[in-house]
Every structure is written in C-alpha cells, then in structure tokens.
T-cell receptor, first 110, second 113 residues
Framework: GQQVMQIPQYQHVQEGEDFTTYCNSS?????IQWYKQRPGGHPVFLIQ?????EVKKQKRLTFQFGEAKKNSSLHITATQTTDVGTYFC??????????FGTGTSLTVIP | NAGVTQTPKFRILKIGQSMTLQCTQD?????MYWYRQDPGMGLKLIYY???????DKGEVPNGYNVSRSTTEDFPLRLELAAPSQTSVYFC????????????FGEGSWLTVV
C-alpha cells in the first residue's frame, strides 16, 4: 500500500531558529496537504500543493512540492512559541484517500 | 456555523461491547472520512464516503462499519470492541476533490478495557 514517511519525528529548537520537516512518498502523488495539530487538538488544514515543483508561502511558513511529486517539505523561519505542535503531511494519488505521514513534533524553547 | 460535530467526546467500552460514534457536518460537504490516531502516530483512514449512499474502505477498516444515509451524517459503528481499538477517532469532511480544505471534528477519545 501507499506509504508516506515523515522526518524527523521530533525537533526541539530555540525560539527564533528555523525548522524543516520532510515528507516522502513511495508513490507519485496527485497532491499533498499539510496540517498542524496542537497537543490534544484536531488537525487543522494549512495548505494543499498540486503542481510539480510548486512553492507556496504563508507568512513564515514555506511549503514545497518536489519535481517528481513524491516529496514535500515545510520550512518555518524564525520559530515562535505559537508554532508548537505536530505537523503532518498527507498525500493522495486519487484525491479520495489521503495517507498521512507519522508527523513531526515541534517543540520551541523560549 | 458548527462545522464537523462528533459525539461522544470520551467513552470507555468493555471488550465485546458495541457502540456508534456519531458525526454530523452542516457544510453540505459530499466527502466524509473517519480516521483513527494512535498515540504519537499519524492518522489512519478507516472508511470514507463520496456522497450519500456511497461508502468505501480505507487503510484499516476491520472491526468497523459505516453508513451514509444522508449528506450530513456519517456514523462509525464498532461491533465487538477490542483493546486494539483504543484510539482517538476523527471525523472529517470536504466539499469534493476540487475543494482543498478538509475540516476535522474535535475527536472522540475511545478506551476499550
């Protein structure tokens, strides 16, 4: 079956440092989504990437979709304590079923 | 605007008991999903539906059943609860495949003892 791997599993950063999480799929994806989940909360949609090589920015967050549409990354510049949470990627080949990565838990040390 | 509403929020079941997790959305979305999330893990798709009367299995459907008699409701049934079904369950919805955003409910914490 389709697998979506995500690294690292955990990341501790000092406030103000940058953070990156990487997502890799065993198969070519039609699109990929990113979510943020706060402890005890539910996943909140951040963005969807569709095109090969696509790069999208949301303030301090930069999302990238690989040229082969099998990998993606999320980069946060100058982390803040409000960035704490687990970041998940979710990929799909068909648009019906989204396969979630295992997530990267981000801790920001003030 | 309520969005996606799940009930109950917390439940403790005994092995072998049955229960239904309720999910309702008021956004007239066609697509609805049930995921489970084990501690420290990502979400696994249990079942999904692309419209009323249509359901399909996801990655981990064993031990569960669903129905979609209306656009709004997508209940998840556990027939014979097992400890392996202890998890957090999330219901989600999306307008269709062209719609980007998947909206999640707040989750249902289920413990089977």
């Amino acid at each position: 079956g389709q697998q979506v791997m995500q690294i690292p599993q955990y990341q501790h950063v000092q406030e103000g440092e940058d953070f990156t999480t990487y997502c890799n799929s065993s198969t070519t994806l039609s699109n990929i989504q990113w979510y943020k989940q706060r402890p005890g909360g539910h996943p909140v949609f951040l963005i969807q990437l569709v095109k090969s090589g696509e790069v999208k920015k949301q303030k301090r967050l930069t999302f990238q979709f690989g040229e082969a549409k099998k990998n993606s990354s999320l980069h946060i510049t100058a982390t803040q304590t409000t960035d704490v949470g687990t970041y998940f990627c979710a990929g799909t080949r068909t648009g019906n079923q989204f396969y979630f990565g295992t997530g990267t838990s981000l801790t920001v040390i003030p | 605007n309520a969005g996606v509403t799940q009930t109950p929020k917390f439940r403790i079941l005994k092995i072998g008991q049955s229960m239904t997790l309720q999910c309702t959305q008021d956004m007239n979305h066609n697509y609805m999903y049930w995921y489970r999330q084990d501690p420290g893990m990502g979400l696994k798709l249990i079942y999904y539906s692309v419209g009323a009367g249509i359901t399909d299995k996801g990655e981990v459907p064993n031990g569960y059943n669903v129905s979609r008699s209306t656009t709004e409701d997508f209940p998840l049934r556990l027939e014979l609860a097992a400890p392996s079904q202890t998890s957090v369950y999330f219901c989600a919805s999306r307008v269709d495949t062209a719609g980007n955003t998947i909206y999640f409910g707040e989750g249902s914490w289920l413990t089977v003892v």
